[in-house]
T-cell receptor, first 114, second 117 residues
Framework: EAGVAQSPRYKIIEKRQSVAFWCNPI?????LYWYQQILGQGPKLLIQFQNNGVVDDSQLPKDRFSAERLKGVDSTLKIQPAKLEDSAVYLC????????????FGAGTRLSVL | GDSVTQMEGPVTLSEEAFLTINCTYT??????LFWYVQYPGEGLQLLLKATKADDKGSNKGFEATYRKETTSFHLEKGSVQVSDSAVYFCALSDRIAGGTSYGKLTFGQGTILTVHP
């Protein structure tokens, strides 16, 4: 079974530029999560989708971050414009169980904002 | 709100030593508890979980017991190996009483474990 795929693995941009991350969850997984992991901290949920609907985006900085999952499968997370404090690893996870008890994580995208 | 506190690291051990990584939590509902592991260059992997009080999760020689009275979920292993070197995250997923969980995971800050031969 293929795991959660994310791309790119690494991205370096300058502040005020835009960037987008892509995630393809495990086939058949209805729930998709985006987490932000700042160096030395645990991951923090940014947004959760159930199929193509948003379940929780309470911690998403909506003035600069956006995410979509139009067909209920893959998803993109965008930052526009980026700030220095957005430097982090962006993790995508998916789960089969609607209660989300077991989440499977991708390898992440490491973003450096200069 | 929900929170998870892990012992500060890094933790450095010799091979075959006993491992304990402390984890305590604060939650308003009836959380499920998890340990995730992150090996260098890889994504987070579920190590073990427990869904109710007094449950013991175990995998690959690691164990953790859900202690509601002390709100703890400490990770233990009797004899660590060099291959256990990784970052370990304690996490919880809260459930609304009588309902289903949205599945949001709240993580601790992680503990870096290094095992020397």
């Amino acid at each position: 079974e293929a795991g959660v795929a994310q791309s790119p693995r690494y991205k370096i941009i300058e502040k005020r530029q835009s960037v987008a991350f892509w995630c393809n969850p495990i086939s058949g997984h209805a729930t998709l999560y985006w987490y932000q992991q700042i160096l030395g901290q645990g991951p923090k949920l940014l947004i959760q989708f159930q199929n193509n609907g948003v379940v929780d985006d309470s911690q998403l900085p909506k003035d600069r971050f956006s995410a979509e999952r139009l067909k209920g499968v893959d998803s993109t997370l965008k930052i526009q414009p980026a700030k220095l404090e957005d430097s982090a690893v962006y993790l995508c996870a998916s789960s089969l169980d609607p209660s989300g008890n077991i989440q499977y994580f991708g390898a992440g995208t490491r973003l450096s904002v200069l | 709100g929900d929170s998870v506190t892990q012992m500060e690291g890094p933790v450095t051990l010799s091979e075959e030593a006993f491992l304990t990584i402390n984890c305590t939590y604060t939650a308003t509902g009836y959380p499920s508890l998890f340990w995730y592991v992150q090996y260098p260059g890889e994504g987070l992997q579920l190590l073990l979980k427990a869904t109710k009080a007094d449950d013991k999760g175990s995998n690959k020689g690691f164990e953790a017991t859900y202690r509601k009275e002390t709100t703890s979920f400490h990770l233990e292993k009797g004899s660590v190996q060099v291959s256990d070197s990784a970052v370990y995250f304690c996490a919880l997923s809260d459930r609304i009483a009588g309902g289903t969980s949205y599945g949001k995971l709240t993580f601790g800050q992680g503990t870096i474990l290094t095992v020397h031969p």
